[in-house]
């Protein structure tokens, strides 16, 4: 499967189109990992647990977005954006939606 940010795919030809698609899911950080975060706080860097999280987070909802396109039958996902909210304390939504079409 085909999945770009970009509203056409270069070199192929939209031939249909299923609407728009989406995937997302909402992760909670737990106690280790806010201890780590809080040490680096104190020093700086990268927070790798969040990071980790974060891309995890990406994947799974990036996976659940692809298998409602392949259900409708579309072999891409178009125009595809990212977008992150807190839902409760300590607990974040990725979400992610496009446009599955069918290309040649």
């Given at each position: 499967m085909i999945i770009t940010n970009t509203e056409t795919i270069?070199?192929?030809?939209?031939?249909a189109c299923y609407g728009v698609v989406s995937g997302s899911t909402v992760r909670a950080?737990?106690?280790?990992?806010d201890l780590m975060a809080g040490l680096k706080n104190i020093v700086g860097g990268e927070l790798k647990g969040y990071t980790e999280l974060l891309?995890?987070?990406r994947d799974?909802?990036?996976?659940?977005?692809?298998?409602q396109?392949?259900?409708l039958g579309a072999n891409?996902?178009?125009n595809v954006r990212f977008?992150?909210?807190?839902?409760?304390?300590g607990a974040s939504e990725i979400y992610i939606y496009g446009t599955a079409?069918?290309?040649?």
């Open positions: 270069p070199g192929k030809k939209i031939v950080k737990h106690v280790g990992r891309s995890e987070a799974q909802a990036m996976l659940r977005m692809q298998q396109a392949s259900q891409a996902v178009v977008s992150t909210s807190s839902v409760a304390a079409v069918m290309v040649e």
